[in-house]
């Protein structure tokens, strides 16, 4: 929209709708309504203001564009986000949660800044004022947190009982001594630092003092992320042995990063849920590698508990290979799935459990393998849901003899995940799970166990098949390991077509 005087106010337009916002979605009783909020955490007041001034300025400007423009769509997200942040939150986690809040206002400014650019509002005093003034609004929320919780003259702190009750339940509590602990970790510079470490010792302490409460204090990890943090899409695209995969975003610093988030089937028990944590702990701890998906972290306090990695914009490798343009890419993308499997068996891990729904397609096209190390902790079987117990027989097609005959003592071989990785080649070849032909999976696990071995589909060439049918050897001994694995498909790939 072009304007001659960006100090000109537009005449009063009506508000527009905003996907959501709670109540009738109404862009302008929006904004009537914030202001009134600010009271409820005085501490972020100054930095607000500053903000809500600079939404009410390009309201009417953004009002008269298309509900399709990317400003309008751009100011009804960032609308959203400010009336989310303005909900009533205890005093507690006010303070643990006060440099995401900072993050987050400081994301919605430079949001504005584009919009204000894209309306004609850049020279607008409003485009630079927010920056001279942003010290001062961090600095006033240290200060006014710091009053609000050790007190000034005349008016006493809160007590460490008030902040805990405040919580209403001991599980709102463990989630905020594991947020000021990862901002102790993450940010140890920080200047509400040392408030946010003797709270978080004196909650310690009293909650040690309760005998009503065993076992309260949780344990601490530097991988926690909180499910405030996490917002999913409405419908999940793939499911494991554990829970169902979708896509979300992962409010980090402030900024919304596209995610795929992993939750566990909600009537999972609770070992099943330990099993979860410890999967969580030991792909946090893994080395970095360009063919295992990215663990940003996750959540084993939620409900359910959830895993937050790196975005799969490509989905899983069959349905993208099943694209004709990408199907030229089929060995060089295996080459690297190859590579992920040799990478975990120099950890000592074995996937357990590789089929093509868990080699998702991520940046540059590059695969990587989720869902790994089932094998490593079968002991914990028995925690299974009903729905992780279907998931985990729907293996079944992708596992080699050995794997199905196991009674749960025997070590897992890294030559299981050979076969598994044939499988899922067969698998993409053919746009069908392995054994299609036989509609039971008890028919198949019938016939695996029995010594039966995957016929040569007809959409696969001899000279392919002269690969893939060793990966797919029924006896073990006589199955390549990784590294010859390795070898063979990366002879194929260099023979392969350029992608």
Excluded at 259 to 276: H, N, R
Excluded at 291 to 301: A, E, R, T, V
Excluded at 329 to 353: N, Y
Excluded at 467 to 486: S, W
Aim: aromatic content about 8%.
């Amino acid at each position: 929209m072009e304007m001659e005087d960006a100090n000109m106010e537009p005449e009063l337009v009506t508000g527009f709708p905003v996907d959501g916002l709670r109540g009738p979605p109404d862009s302008r009783r929006a904004l009537t309504q914030v202001e009134d909020r600010f009271r409820r955490m005085p501490e972020n007041g100054e930095l607000y203001r500053g903000l809500f001034a600079r939404f009410k300025l390009a309201h009417d400007y953004v009002a008269t564009l298309g509900p399709q423009s990317k400003p309008k769509r751009q100011y009804c997200y960032s609308l959203v986000r400010f009336v989310k942040l303005l909900r009533r939150k205890p005093l507690l986690e006010r303070l643990a949660r006060s440099e995401k809040v900072i993050s987050t206002i400081k994301d919605l400014h430079f949001h504005l800044d584009s919009i204000f650019e894209s309306v004609g509002l850049g020279t607008a005093p409003e485009m630079t004022q927010w920056k001279t003034e942003w010290a001062a609004g961090c600095a006033d929320q240290c200060q006014q947190l710091t009053d609000l919780i050790q007190g000034t003259p005349g008016r006493p702190g809160a007590t460490t009982r008030m902040l805990v009750k405040e919580m209403r339940s001991h599980k709102k509590v463990k989630e905020m001594l594991m947020e000021l602990f990862v901002e102790l970790e993450g940010n140890p510079a920080s200047q509400l630092g040392p408030l946010k470490q003797a709270i978080f010792d004196r909650i310690k302490e009293y909650l040690q003092s309760q005998p009503d409460v065993p076992e309260f204090i949780p344990r601490l990890f530097n991988w926690y992320i909180s499910e405030k943090d996490v917002t999913l899409a409405a419908e999940s695209f793939g499911s494991g042995t554990y829970g169902a995969v979708s896509r979300g975003t992962w409010c980090h610093n402030g900024v919304d990063q596209d995610v795929v988030v992993k939750t566990l089937y909600s009537e999972t028990s609770d070992a099943a849920e330990g099993l979860f944590l410890y999967r969580l702990d030991f792909w946090f701890k893994l080395p970095s590698h360009s063919s295992i998906l990215k663990l940003h972290g996750g959540c084993h306090l939620s409900t359910p508990p959830f895993f937050v990695c790196e975005e799969a914009f490509g989905g899983n490798i069959v349905d993208f290979l099943a694209r004709e343009e990408n199907k030229s890419k089929f060995w060089s993308m295996f080459l690297h799935v190859a590579e992920g499997l040799q990478f975990l068996r120099d950890q000592k891990i074995v996937h357990g459990g590789l089929k093509g729904s868990n080699i998702l397609v991520g940046k540059d096209d590059m695969p990587k393998l989720a869902d790994f190390g089932f094998s490593q902790i079968r002991s914990l079987s028995a925690g299974l849901s009903q729905k992780s117990a279907e998931a985990q027989n729907n293996t079944v097609r992708w596992k080699p003899r050995e794997a199905l005959q196991q009674t749960g003592n025997e070590n897992p071989q890294s030559k299981s995940d050979v076969y598994s990785l044939g499988m899922c080649m067969i698998e993409a070849l053919t746009d069908e799970v392995p054994f299609a032909e036989m509609l039971d999976d008890q028919n198949v696990m019938d016939y695996v166990t029995e010594g039966g071995a995957h016929s040569k589909p007809d959409q696969v060439s001899n000279e392919e098949w002269s690969v893939i049918g060793k990966l797919c050897e029924v006896e073990v001994q006589r199955r390549p390991d990784i590294d010859q694995a390795l070898a063979l498909i990366g002879h194929m790939a260099e023979l392969a077509p350029s992608a």
